[in-house]
């Protein structure tokens, strides 16, 4: 058993817990010993992430709409880590409704049934989309909110509902905001994926990457496992009840870089092709991350060019074993 970060807590529930950063963190979890409760509508996690550590887990096929489903599998659970959400923007521009009643009725859900389950913390994944595209980098807590997609607005005010419960009902939440999280079990299937996916699985083809603009813009990329940890740190600190965090590594890497690595990492010479900017892309992103290192102990271990390795073994691989060939914690 893992005992880097102990987790006082014998029995958890993870929404998402099928997806890419649900699934790691299940892991994480049960390597440390506790329980997990995988909750999950299979809309974009896939059982095969869980493959290899299924037999320590409980998985109920449901979602976060259905509040008496998910107070039934809150049950019994010391902590509840919030994870399913449509995690694509432009899907929230175009249904904004239908979206809403995901992310942001079904954080109030999961709110609620941590609530009548009596579960002491509740960490909620949030987003760096909360500050929009106010130019001022790095980006601070302390700065305001400016929501530019439904999206952002969906997680700001997941956070606000977190806030509440915790002054109102005494509930601990914790709310952090993820910059751009990359790693393996990341899928590249959509054109909103993730860049890194979308570049290692353009370079495992031996395809030329688009890059929306003149690849200047940059962003901030954090392992998955750092932000396992975060999420481990969140939920077994006292003092971090009650706040949000921003999660990334403070470094930047600009996106014509970015392809410069991978096609050394892959031996390709493809040169990428360069399309108009995406609208309302944000041109820097980078966290200032201080309140994490000093209330929650966080500090990001793997560097970019051990995560982009690893991670570009995982993408090479590719296909039939993927869910097998995933890290451990
Ligand atoms: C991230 C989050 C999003 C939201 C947003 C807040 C991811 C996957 N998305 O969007 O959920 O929180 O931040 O601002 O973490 N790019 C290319 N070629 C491609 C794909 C992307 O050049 O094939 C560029 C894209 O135009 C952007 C950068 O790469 O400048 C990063 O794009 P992204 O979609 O990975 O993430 P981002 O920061 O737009």
Redesign the pocket.
Known sequence: MKADIPIPYSRALVTGGAGFIGSHLTQALCERGCRVVVLDNFSSGNRSNLAGFDDDIEIVDGDIRDLSLLESAADGCEAVFHQAAV?S?PQTVEDPVGSALVNETGTLHVLEAARRAGAARVVIAS???VYGDDPHVPKRESMPVRPMSP?AVHKAVGEQHADVYHRLYGLETVSLRYF??YGPRQDPGSP????IS?FLSRAAAGLR?????DGK?Y?DFIYVSDVVKANLLAAATTAAAGGRFNIGTGEITR?RELWDRIAELAGTGLEPEFQAP?AG??VA?VADIDRARSVLGFSPRTTFSTGLRKTWQWFAEAGQERGRHADSH
């Open positions: 995690v923007v987003s760096s989309a999206y751009n999280v909103y994926s993730g860049v979308i990457p688009v890059i929306f603009g813009q962003r996106i995406r892309d944000i992103s």
